[in-house]
């Protein structure tokens, strides 16, 4: 024998991991998306919802980004949530159905959310619409 088996090994996992679980990883994405949106203007999507959360992770994530000035909330198809975190431009997008079950939630790396931006089919009725309400009459037409 060669009294190996009497020295006492004791294993444990490094703090920060304990702490950060999944978020950390995903702080590190936020990061490299932060740099390639000001290098490139290349925005980056992270779909929360793929990724596996130990218990915590999600919430410890969210408290790590904090919450910014900036909120709006769409409904179409169900509410959609959306605030910017305390980190500019690092955006949160959380999308429930119409019963009010979470169905997407990803963290937008951008200017501004992308679900924010008019799409093409409405802008292209803009002015069709505006100039039907010029042309009635009474409040806003003459």
């Not at 004791?10 to 703090?15: D, G, R, S, V």
């Not at 679980?21 to 949106?37: F, M, S, T, V």
């Not at 963290?107 to 009725?125: H, K, N, S, V, W």
Request: cysteine-free.
């Amino acid at each position: 024998m060669s009294g190996l088996e009497n020295i006492a090994v004791k294993i444990e996992a490094p703090p920060v991991a304990q702490e950060w679980g999944n978020a950390l990883p995903i702080l590190h994405e936020i990061r490299h998306g932060l740099e390639r949106l000001a290098t490139t203007g290349e925005p980056t999507l992270i779909d929360l919802r793929a990724i596996p959360f130990g218990p915590g992770d999600e919430e410890r994530l969210l408290a790590r980004l904090g919450q910014g000035e900036v909120q709006a909330q769409i409904q179409a198809l169900g509410e959609t949530r959306i605030w910017e975190s305390a980190i500019p431009a690092v955006w949160l997008v959380d999308h429930y159905n119409p019963e009010g079950q979470r169905i997407a939630l990803h963290i937008e790396i951008d200017r501004i959310p992308g679900i924010l931006f008019t799409q093409p089919e409405d802008l292209a009725e803009a002015s069709g619409r505006l100039d039907a309400l010029l042309s009635t009459k009474g409040e806003g037409g003459n």
